[in-house]
Structures are given as C-alpha cells and as structure tokens.
C-alpha cells in the first residue's frame, strides 16, 4: 500500500500535480522572495508570508537572507566581475546549466550577506528551523513517496531542479542574453517572452531591471503577468499591500525655473524621456539621412539610426555601425547637436558623485542650451521637460 501511495491517478494526472507543485513554488519565489523580500515592491501579509516560506523550505531550501541579498547583490553588480551569475563576464552556458553551483557559492559570502541580506526575517522558525535546507526537502520527498508511491521520486526531483533550471539558469542567464528590450537600460536584461505564465512573471527580466522596485513586471498591453495576478488577488483579500509599479509619466504646468522636482521626474521617467526625445527628432533624422546619402556620405537605415541614438549602453551597437554612425555626426553638425544633448541628458541620471545642486544646475543650463540652440524640435522638447511632475 505504501509503495502505491495513498493517492492513485491516471498518468496525465501525475503531470498535473507536478506542474501545479511546481507552479505554487514559482509563485513563492517571485511573490515572496523577489517582489516582497529583495524589492520591497510589496507587503505581505504574515499568513502568505509564513506559507511562502514554508513551502519554499519544502520544495528548494533556499534560505530567505541569502537569496535576497545575492539578488540584491545582482542589481547593484550587474554585469560586472562581481555580478554572482551575469551571462556577459561568465558565460552564457555557465549560468545556464551551473546557476544553483554560482548561487551556493556567493551564498557562503559573508560579506555579501552582511551588506546585502538586511531586512530579511530573523525570528526563531528562521534561525532554528528554515536554515536547515536539508530538512525542508528530505520532508518533501517523504511526503511526496507517501502520496504518490514510487513516482512520487519523480515529482520530488522535478520539483528539486525546477527552480534551479528555471531561475537560476534561464532568468539568469538567457534573461541576460537573449530576448526583446522594451528598456534600453544600462545592463543586458532582455525580456524572455511578453506572457508570463511559466516562470510567474520573471519571464519580464528587462522590464523588471527597468524598474526594480515594481511589484508589476509587464509594461506593454500584451504583457502577461501572472505572478502580478496572484499579488492582485492576495490584495483584495487584504492579504498584500503594492508599494510601487512601474511609474506612468504626468504633466503639469511648465515651470519657469527648473527645480529639483522637474529633476526627479525626469530621472523617474526616464525611459518615457528618452522614447520621446528620440521620436521628437525624426523629421530631423530623415531629412539628415536623406542629405547624407545624396552626398554620398554614410548610408543606413533611419530606424538603425533612431536605435542607435536611443541606446543608453553604446556597447549593444556593434562595431562597425558605431563607425559608420560616427562619420555621420561628424558630417551632420545637426546630428551632432542632438546626439551631444541627448547624451547629457543621460548624465542626470547615470551612477554620479554630483550634487543634488549640481544636477539642477546641469538641468538647467540644458535647457537654456536646447531653447537657443535654433532647432525647433529641441527647443520644444525643453518645454515638455519642464512639464514633467512626480
């Protein structure tokens, strides 16, 4: 009886229960550790709380503290040596297929816990219970054996390399490589698919490195999101409170003088900024584009020209378009102009040692330039500028 298990199903029910085991841990993760503990993007309450963490040490083992702060540690490192799993310094195959080896690594770094771990739960069931990793999954695999007989070793080693696999190896590493870009931010992120369903949301990695501190990652009307359908849902329950989503653009009236509040909305909307400055001077990328080809100057598409001017990392831009794109700034004092102020303009918001007065007065003089620098569409885009509100 007890190698049959207590519960008997037809094979696809098998599948089913696994996929749904499975499921509900994908769910703890993005919902619990990611969202709530690393982000903040959320509160929870301690019933959901207490049942994400219990299960998590059923199904993974991971201990709260050193998943958040090595996450923690992601974001501030990101794609630099001391990253703990980016694509881009260690290998795309690396971090696919040995993301839990690089996780259990940094996880014996007591410096990373130290400054990246606070915050994380520190009551006794953490102390005395959780940590023991080993326990939480032996406990697993004899629930699962005593449900589901002998295949229930089966659903016990999916769920065991399921997180492994999919967080660990695929957000983390293709999440780094491979993929589309709603946000040309200064790290690799790339969204995986615009649904999703499969990795509870994390499939939306670029838009999650946009905006770290949303507890919504998609951003486009055809983004799925279903970890954000759960927190949702826990929230008319009154089982969740959302802190922060991804910020949508407002306006008021132009300011005279910028201030330090046109400046953190400029920074807050960002992306919004940069979108609409780079649309803003079409006519003039056209009518650049259409002059250089007749002077047989450098040739290329307008929309290759419109990516290049709105990436933020010029390192994404290969080679030999950079120079070709180059011989056209040099030939377009126009071009130049645009390309020089859209780079300061990225400045406001890139890693600073400058002074909060220091970037206002940057804000400043930038706007002063772009409204006598005798090209309409800048000067009108400095106008917008001066609308922008938190």
């Known amino acids: 009886m007890f190698f049959s298990g207590l519960v008997d199903l037809p094979w696809w029910g098998y599948v089913l229960v696994t996929l749904a085991l499975t499921h509900v841990t994908i769910a703890s993760v993005t919902i619990f550790l990611h969202r709530h503990q690393a982000h903040r993007a959320l509160d929870l309450h301690p019933l959901p709380s207490h049942f994400f963490r219990?299960?998590?040490w059923l199904t993974t083992g991971m201990v709260t503290?050193?998943?958040?702060?090595?996450?923690?540690?992601?974001?501030?490192?990101?794609?630099?040596?001391?990253?703990?799993?980016?694509?881009?310094?260690?290998?795309?195959?690396?971090?696919?297929?040995?993301?839990?080896?690089?996780?259990?690594a940094e996880a014996k770094n007591a410096e990373t816990l130290s400054k990246y771990g606070h915050g994380t739960p520190d009551d006794w069931l953490e102390r005395n219970l959780y940590r023991h990793s080993v326990w939480g999954v032996s406990l697993m695999l004899i629930v699962d054996v005593a449900l589901f007989g002998f295949i229930g070793l089966t659903i016990w080693a999916v769920q065991m390399v399921w997180i492994p696999f999919w967080a660990a190896g695929v957000v983390n590493g293709l999440g780094h490589y491979w993929g589309y870009r709603n946000y040309d931010c200064a790290d690799a992120s790339t969204n995986l698919a615009p649904w999703g369903i499969l990795i509870g949301g994390e499939e939306l990695h670029n838009n999650h490195h946009?905006?770290?501190?949303?507890?919504?990652?998609?951003?486009?009307?055809?983004?799925?999101?279903?970890?954000?359908?759960?927190?949702?849902?826990?929230?008319?329950?009154?089982?969740?409170?959302?802190?922060?989503?991804?910020?949508t653009p407002k306006f008021g009236t132009a300011k005279s003088v910028v201030d330090f509040d046109t400046l953190q909305a400029i920074v807050t909307y960002r992306y919004d900024v940069m979108r609409r400055y780079v649309t803003s001077f079409k006519d003039v990328y056209r009518e650049e584009v259409a002059r250089l080809a007749q002077n047989s100057g450098p040739k290329f598409e307008l929309k290759e020209f419109c990516?290049?001017?709105?990436?933020?990392?010029?390192?994404?831009?290969p080679a030999l378009i950079q120079q070709?794109?180059?011989?056209?700034l040099v030939a377009s004092p126009r071009l130049q102009k645009i390309e020089s102020m859209k780079r300061e303009l990225v400045e406001l918001w890139a890693r600073s040692s400058a002074s909060r007065e220091q970037l206002v007065g940057k804000l400043q003089d930038w706007c002063a330039r772009a409204e006598a620098s005798g090209i309409r569409q800048l000067e009108e885009f400095s106008l917008r500028l001066r609308r922008y509100v938190v």
């Open 54 to 56: 219990f299960w998590l």
């Open 65 to 104: 503290k050193e998943w958040a702060a090595i996450h923690r540690k992601h974001h501030a490192k990101c794609e630099t040596e001391e990253d703990p799993h980016s694509p881009q310094t260690r290998g795309l195959r690396k971090v696919l297929w040995q993301g839990a080896e690089l996780y259990r």
């Open 210 to 247: 946009s905006f770290a501190t949303s507890a919504k990652l998609s951003a486009k009307w055809y983004e799925f999101d279903i970890g954000w359908m759960y927190i949702r849902i826990l929230a008319l329950l009154g089982l969740a409170k959302v802190k922060k989503t991804i910020p």
């Open 307 to 317: 990516r290049w001017l709105n990436a933020e990392r010029p390192e994404s831009i």
């Open 324 to 328: 070709k794109f180059e011989a056209a």
